[in-house]
Every structure is written in C-alpha cells, then in structure tokens.
C-alpha cells in the first residue's frame, strides 16, 4: 500500500486487521454507495455542517483515528461545538443546511441505469443520515446505512447519536448486509473515494475507487474512476449485471 502521500495518523494501525477480500461472483446483485464524495459532491456532511456553525473537529477527528475515543464520543464532541453557547439545534435545521450540497455528476443516470437490471442498490455512509435519507429519497434508493442524530420530543438534538456504520469498519456493516440479504459478499460491488472506504473495497467482490481522495485506495480497488462522472461506475458495472427477469 502506497502511503507516501499521507502525512496523517493511519487509522489502519488503530483498527483489527483488513478482511480477506472475497472472490467476485460473475454477477453483482447489491452495489453499495459512499455518499459523501461519491453520491453527493461533497468531502465530509460532518465537515459542512462545522462549516456552517463556524466550528471545527479536526481535534475530534485526530483523536477517533489515533482510537482515543469511540463512534459515540466523536459524535457527542460534534453536536456540542454546533450547540456552542447553549444554543439548540432542531434536527430540520439540518435539512437547510444541507440544500448547498449537490449530487455528485452523472449521480441520478448512474443510479437510473442501474435500476435497469436485477440488482439493489444501497448507501453506506458514516455521514449523517439527514442527507443519507434526503439523497436515498431523491435517487430512490431503498437501503440506507448511516449515522443518525438523536432528537428529544422537541426534535432538538440531543447529543447523542447511533452509530450505525463505524467510519473506520464499514467492513463490519458489510458482513450485517450480506448476512439480512442472504448474499454472498463476492456478488456485492462498493464504490468509495477515501481511505476508509478500503474495508468496504476489500470486504466485496468488485470494489470502485471513484475520484479518490486519498492514494491508499487505489491499490485496494479493482477499477479506478477519475473524471468526475458516476455514469463511469456503470460503465465499469454493467457487464456484471443481469437484466430484470419480465
Ligand atoms: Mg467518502
């Protein structure tokens, strides 16, 4: 793994060993999408909120990585710079600030294309769910797996959230999908664009670097996209996939 352009803490030396990486089935029949720089044109959803409220976590992010504190804790130390000076937070607010962020190009014919053959389609973002779902709604994508932010009964956030994809073990998630859809990992395909999408790659039959963002990916993925255009995934897809039975 070529790591000489990466001068931060390698969260690969905190986490368990990678997975063996399955052998790919001749067919794909569930392709798992990141959404942060992949689905949407946008690095980090936790990033774009700090840049709204003027905050920042690259603190937070140091010490998660370096496993100095849990999903849970990252999540915690987030919110409570948004709601900084006592202020509070309606979940919906969240919506207003995510309707800057676009979909990544070529986002809707990728997902439409795809929608033509027997296969499913899911997300699987450590990002935060209020644009996980407002991105599933808008593709029609019916499997979301990401972060989600509590609320109390006044919809204000609470701190607290529940991890459903570990940023740094989406492996794990993998391994939770396989086993509810009944599918064998090699028949799965995955697209991600940074350093942590490399156990989602390795725990999947086809893996798709997509403008990657970071250098240890590429050599983890099966096909690389540059150009900034999702039709190019499909491309690399489709002679994997089987038509919808009529
Ligand atoms: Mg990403």
Redesign the pocket.
């Known amino acids: 793994m070529d790591s000489s352009s990466c001068h931060r803490y390698c969260y690969l030396n905190t986490r368990k060993r990678l997975p063996t990486k399955p052998e790919r089935n001749s067919q794909i029949k569930l392709v798992l999408f ?5 689905l949407v044109d946008s ?1 980090s959803s936790w990033r774009h909120v700090h840049t709204h409220f003027s905050t920042n976590n690259d603190h937070a992010v140091k010490a998660y990585v370096q496993g100095k504190i849990t999903d849970n804790e990252f999540i915690r130390h987030d919110v409570n710079q948004w709601k900084q000076d006592g202020q509070h937070i309606f979940k919906k607010e969240l919506q207003s600030i995510f309707s800057t962020i676009t979909l990544m190009n070529g986002a809707q014919t990728c997902i439409q294309q795809l929608q033509k053959y027997d296969v499913q389609i899911g997300i699987v973002s450590a990002g935060i769910d209020v644009l996980a779902n407002k991105v599933a709604t808008i593709l029609n994508i019916p499997l979301v797996y990401a972060n989600e932010l509590e609320t109390d009964l006044n919809g204000q956030l609470t701190g607290e959230g529940k991890v459903h994809v570990p940023l740094m073990q989406k492996d794990a998630v993998v391994e939770q999908i396989a086993y509810q859809l009944h599918l064998h990992q090699g028949e799965i395909a995955a697209v ?3 350093c ?2 490399i156990p989602l790659l390795r725990s999947v039959g086809f893996g798709i670097a997509f403008q990657p ?1 970071d250098d240890c990916i590429i050599s983890e993925a099966d096909e690389v996209v540059y150009k900034k255009d999702l039709t190019k995934v499909f491309n690399h897809l489709q002679p994997f996939l089987s038509k919808k039975k009529k």
Request: glycine letters at 16%; aromatic letters at 8%; a negative charge.
């Open positions: 990141d959404m942060d720089g992949v690095i991600g664009n940074s942590f999408d963002d």
